[in-house]
């Protein structure tokens, strides 16, 4: 907050010196020197750092680099105390779990611990920003953990309330916003509030679309970072000053303050103008690659929505919308919630921004129906789009592009559990006790596929009272209503069609025929899967890069591996020993999936195979690939000589 002064002032200064030419010349120059960073010391910097710190939970347990919270300090200040359009919120966010993260690898904790401080210090970042304790915790169990588990939660809690504790002393104990007591005046105002929603839900949505196409036409614009940012920020206070709406730059929390209050001052034109020139304004700061947050900006565009629609109901029905302030509330949580897709902790935000609970059953309205609507128009968010633009897609805490590049058959258990459709209840609850299993595939007596029963059926049925001697197939799942895979189904796939029904496990059944079991997939497969999948990954991409550093005159080739090609059938492992030295085979493109290739992947027939190899050694490559086949004739002519 501090830098963010001092940078304020030097603008304020550039301003009464050289008017509007001297914050447009000041902001240029801040832009280059922000560029200037970002370029030289990681892209992990730009915009609101919500995003890395959710890819470093889900994919690098937790572990942050210590360098990240100094360098996105210095950059968030230069940016927001320039003008930027943008806010403080998320990129103290990123501050704060660097340095929890920090915290526990200094002191070489356990990935778990170093997950759960870096945790701690995001909630902790949101509750000193806004003096939000309880916002803060949810936030990051809702939004960076995507778990919420007693293991996380009394902690988190812990980091959230000091934080908020030493913000009080410093800054006060009063909420940011101080707004009089609205109370839900007519229950005629529940269609107002849902109309607001809907409209909350489409903005958010083309709020995030604009960030994605701004940012997609300044990569295009130049390839330089430090011109870029430089020429968002100029646009940026351009924008401001050809529209006179200086109240675009910055944070714009104290223009929200004044939306709230009961009579708003603007007129619905002004408030269209200024949430069209906010979302552009935005756009421009973020798109064009410097720091800053999305949260301010969403709250920014929910106040003056908010007032739109207040304004209008209360000049159609004056005895029932009776306080537009109300709606500027109700705006700030339905768009925050529609953008970021965290509901609970936009109503929690809100409500203790504002400190009044007499709109909490409004505000719950309006963000459940925003976000439902923002996610009918559109799968991205304003966090999950710089992921998926670098081809990682977070859900429930883990990489989907990571499972999607894992085959069923490489990470099933061949070697399953069954039993016949004539053990009785007993049987099968003395079966389950002695060999600790959660569940086992029923057959019938061909030896096919009848359902699976586990140890949530068996309590169903005891607690049902079903006697002893009750056959399994009475309260066993059926074949009908069962999920099943098949061996080249990815586990992404598999992980799926469990979360639809709860399943915990799932048979693998062969294409040739549905009823024949081949093996189980279970959820502690799928987790191991997922964490060797990380490593491999990992590993393949150092590799990679330091192939790069070592290496000239490198290149990626692909290979596309038709019916008659010799590789077909074989192995990696089979193909190792023939492969050129200096190469990396880098992915598998399979249909609609791109797989990590290790020793035992089997390449089919259509397999788009990727490999970095020496310019030198791709004729070696192509004929490494045929020659376990060359090699087999050559053997086959001896044996016939």
């Known amino acids: 907050m501090w830098m963010i002064l001092r940078i304020t002032l030097l603008m304020q200064w550039a301003q009464l010196a050289y008017g509007w030419a001297g914050i447009l010349g000041l902001m240029s120059l801040v832009g280059l020197l922000s560029g200037f960073l970002l370029m030289h010391w990681g892209n992990d910097l730009k915009g609101s750092g919500i995003p890395y710190v ?12 210590s360098r990240i919270a100094p360098l996105k300090t210095l950059v968030t200040s230069l940016t927001l105390g320039a003008g930027g359009s943008a806010g403080r919120e998320g990129p103290i966010v990123q501050i704060g779990a660097s340095l929890g993260s920090f915290t ?22 949101i509750a000193a920003a806004f003096n939000t304790p309880i916002a803060g915790t949810i936030f990051a169990l809702e939004v960076i953990l995507a778990s919420f588990t007693t293991r996380y939660f009394g902690t988190v809690v812990l980091s959230s ?47 995030t679309k604009s960030l994605i196409l701004v940012n997609s036409w300044f990569v295009k614009v130049h390839r330089i970072l430090p011109v870029r940012t430089s020429l968002g920020l100029i646009l940026t206070g351009g924008l401001a000053w050809v529209s006179h709406s200086p109240e ?96 609970m902790t936009a109503v929690l935000m809100v409500f203790e921004l504002s400190n009044d609970y007499h ?72 079966l389950l006790l002695r060999t600790h299993w959660h569940g086992v595939m029923v057959l019938d007596e061909k030896g096919k596929l009848a359902g699976i029963v586990t140890i949530n059926d068996l309590d169903k049925a005891v607690s049902k009272n079903l006697p002893s001697n009750t056959p399994i197939s009475q309260f066993a799942t059926p074949y009908a209503k069962l999920q099943r895979v098949y061996p080249d189904d990815t586990v992404g796939e598999a992980l799926l069609q469990m979360g639809q029904r709860g399943f915990g496990l799932l048979p693998v059944v062969s294409h040739d025929d549905p009823y024949q079991p081949i093996g189980v997939m279970e959820r502690k497969e799928i987790i191991c899967s997922y964490n ?66 290790h020793g035992n992947t089997t390449l089919y027939e259509g397999d788009l195979l990727t490999a970095f190899v020496c310019s030198r050694d791709v004729e070696q490559l192509f004929e490494g690939l045929q020659a376990n086949t060359k090699k087999q004739k050559r053997d086959e002519e001896k044996r016939k000589q």
Not at 536 to 543: A, G
């Open 359 to 430: 709109l909490i059953v409004p505000l719950m309205l309006v963000t459940v129906i925003a976000t439902f609507v923002a996610e009918a128009m559109f799968e991205e968010s304003v966090y999950s789009w710089p992921l998926t633009k670098r081809g990682i897609s977070i859900q429930g805490g883990r990489d989907l592009n990571v499972l999607e590049g894992l085959l069923v058959e490489d990470t099933m258990t061949r070697d399953f559990h069954s039993t016949s459709c004539n053990t009785t209840l007993a049987e099968l609850s003395d």
């Open 532 to 597: 060797s999948a990380l490593a491999r990954r990992s590993e393949v991409k150092h590799r990679t890069q330091r192939q790069r550093l070592t290496l000239g005159g490198t290149e990626f080739i692909d290979i596309h591996l038709d019916s008659d090609h010799p590789a077909v059938g074989k192995t990696i492992k089979e193909l190792g020993p023939f492969l050129p030295y200096d190469c990396i085979l880098v992915s598998i493109q399979r249909k609609e999936a791109m797989l990590i290739p």
């Open 161 to 207: 309330v000091s934080s908020s504790i030493v913000s009080r002393m410093i800054w006060g104990t009063q909420p940011a916003f101080q707004v009089p007591p609205y109370p839900l005046s007519h229950v005629w105002e529940i269609p107002i509030y849902i109309a607001l929603a809907l409209l909350a839900g489409i903005i958010a949505v083309y709020w």
């Open 104 to 125: 526990g690898q200094l002191f070489h904790l356990s990935t778990k611990r170093v997950r759960i401080l870096a945790a701690c210090g995001a909630a902790a970042g």
């Open 54 to 65: 959710i890819e470093a939970m889900a994919i690098r347990s937790g572990r942050i680099p």
């Open 248 to 343: 675009i730059l910055g944070t714009g929390l104290e223009s929200i303050g004044q939306f709230a209050t009961k009579n708003i001052q603007l007129s619905i034109t002004t408030l269209v103008i200024l949430l069209l020139l906010k979302i552009l304004a935005t756009a421009l700061t973020i798109g064009s690659g410097n720091a800053g947050g999305v949260l301010a900006p969403s709250l920014f565009l929910g106040a003056t929505l908010g007032g739109i629609v207040g304004i209008l109901a209360h000049y159609m029905w004056p005895q029932i919308a009776i306080n537009p302030g109300a709606y500027v509330i109700a705006g700030m949580a339905g768009v925050f919630a529609a953008s970021t897709r965290a509901p």
